[in-house]
């Protein structure tokens, strides 16, 4: 499976201050997926970020709250904006599985995950 | 509404104990069903499921997927305090020219020794 970085790991922040979240994966991988899970929830999709086009935003997302850069095909950040305590999440970007191309597979390989407390 | 529903939301077990974890799911035009194992932040995968009736398997933990009952199980046998974690289970379905993943709440499992 791909090997998945992301910067920071944790942050403590300010409201109404900025975050930028890192993800770097060691391959390349066309599909990259922005996540949130708050605190006893589950992982819920914010966005889909394909290189060379504009992020897909599920609903209840958006791209000023939420925007995300795909400048290749290994890398990917997302921001979020104007933070609110109930920002406060762990953020997690995933890839596709591309092991074996030669296989269709839906399998998503998780980063480790940023832990955001905003006060 | 898509959606995939665990049980039960946790369990706690003694070392040895064989658990049985559940999961259903109502999504619209589904691919498959994953598992994962969520210890802190990350979730690591543990299964994909595409066809019903064939159970995976790995060490201990095995899972099966029934499409006609929109159901998947995940045992764990013999579990150990290395277990402890949540897990997650999440349906795979066609998206807008994609596909997209839907998550349970997961099931917190504890073993205790």
């Known amino acids: 499976s791909a090997v998945i970085s992301q910067k920071p790991s944790r942050d403590i922040c300010q409201r109404g201050t900025s975050l930028t979240i890192q993800c770097q994966v060691d391959s390349q991988v066309t599909m990259m997926f922005w996540y949130r899970q708050q605190p006893g929830q589950s992982l819920t999709l914010i966005a889909t970020a394909n290189q060379g086009s504009e992020a897909t935003y599920e609903s209840g997302f958006v791209i000023d709250k939420f925007p995300i850069s795909r400048p290749n095909l290994t890398f990917s950040t997302l921001t979020v904006s104007n933070m609110s305590p109930e920002d406060s999440s762990i953020y997690l970007c995933s890839v596709e599985d591309v092991s074996n191309l030669a296989i269709s597979t839906d399998t998503q390989y998780f980063g480790p995950g940023t832990r955001l407390t905003v006060l | 509404e898509d959606k995939v529903v665990q049980s039960p939301l946790s369990l706690v077990v003694h070392e040895g104990d064989t658990v049985t974890l559940n999961c259903s799911y109502e999504?619209?035009?589904?691919?498959?069903l994953l598992w994962y194992k969520q210890e802190k932040k990350a979730p690591t995968f543990l299964f994909m499921l595409t066809s019903s009736g064939i159970e995976k398997k790995s060490g201990r933990l095995s899972s099966i997927l029934d499409k006609k009952e929109l159901f998947s199980i995940l045992n764990i046998t013999a579990t150990q305090t290395g277990d402890s974690a949540i897990y997650l289970c999440a349906a795979a379905y066609s998206g807008a020219g994609s596909y997209q993943l839907t998550f349970g709440k997961g099931t917190k499992l504890s073993v205790i020794p």
């Open positions: 999504v619209t035009n589904f691919r498959s």
